[in-house]
């Protein structure tokens, strides 16, 4: 099994230019996540969703979007971006009963926005 | 979520128990306390997690105390490998409860 597997895994952008991260997961999970993390700090959670068409706002959702048309996809979008963007993003995804073990993250997408 | 307190940094000799502690003093009855690491900017591994009971899987063993107010990750013979950002986190894991709230964490070197 793969788990989690974000595309691509390093990119650079210019200010104002748009691009789309993809998250895939093979495991059935209903709930998927996208998350930053800045250099010497936590994850943050940007966006999620608990099934196939819903999407939610997370801690920090201002310049992205999200969408999970298909049950194994979840892709984050920055529409223009801004050099504050820049961080490495990770995607995860869950099981959502009660006891269940956690979260499977993928390896991350460093981004920078120049 | 209850908020977890850990320590910021801790070495540990190669071949040694690590042991991380983790304090949660104000965790409600139906939350669990799940432990992760990030080995140098990778994804988040996910440990164990655990809600009464002491728990053991083949990575690590948690500790928690009767009172439920903290708890101890064990590495019981840790590895180079094993130097990694450990978090200590508290949330209930029932349907609706999505959010994963990572703070700092305890970063964990392990000496030769």
């Known amino acids: ?114 | 979520d209850a908020k977890t307190t850990q320590p910021p940094s801790m070495d540990c000799a190669e071949g040694r128990a690590a042991n991380l502690p983790c304090n949660h003093s104000t965790i409600s009855g139906n939350e669990y306390v799940y432990w992760y690491r990030q080995i140098h900017s990778q994804g988040p591994q996910y440990i164990i997690h655990g809600l009464k009971n002491n728990e053991t899987n083949e990575m690590a063993s948690l500790i928690i105390t009767e009172d439920r107010k903290s708890s101890t990750l064990i590495l019981p013979h840790a590895t180079l490998r094993d130097t990694a950002v450990y978090y200590c986190i508290v949330r209930d894991s029932g349907a609706g409860s999505y959010q994963l709230t990572f703070g700092k964490g305890t970063k964990l070197s392990v000496i030769p």
């Open chain 1, 1 to 114: 099994n793969a788990g989690v597997t974000q595309t691509p895994k390093f990119r650079v952008l210019k200010t104002g230019q748009s691009m789309t991260l993809l998250c895939a997961q093979d495991m059935n999970h209903e709930y998927m996540y996208w998350y930053r993390q800045d250099p010497g700090m936590g994850l943050r959670l940007i966006h999620y969703s608990v099934g196939e068409g819903t999407t939610a706002k997370g801690e920090v959702p201002d310049g992205y979007n999200v969408s999970r048309l298909k049950k194994q996809n979840f892709l984050l979008g920055l529409e223009s971006a801004a050099p504050s963007q820049t961080s490495v993003y990770f995607c995860a995804s869950s099981y959502p009963q009660r006891g269940e073990g956690g979260y499977t993250f993928g390896s991350g997408t460093r981004l920078t926005v120049v």
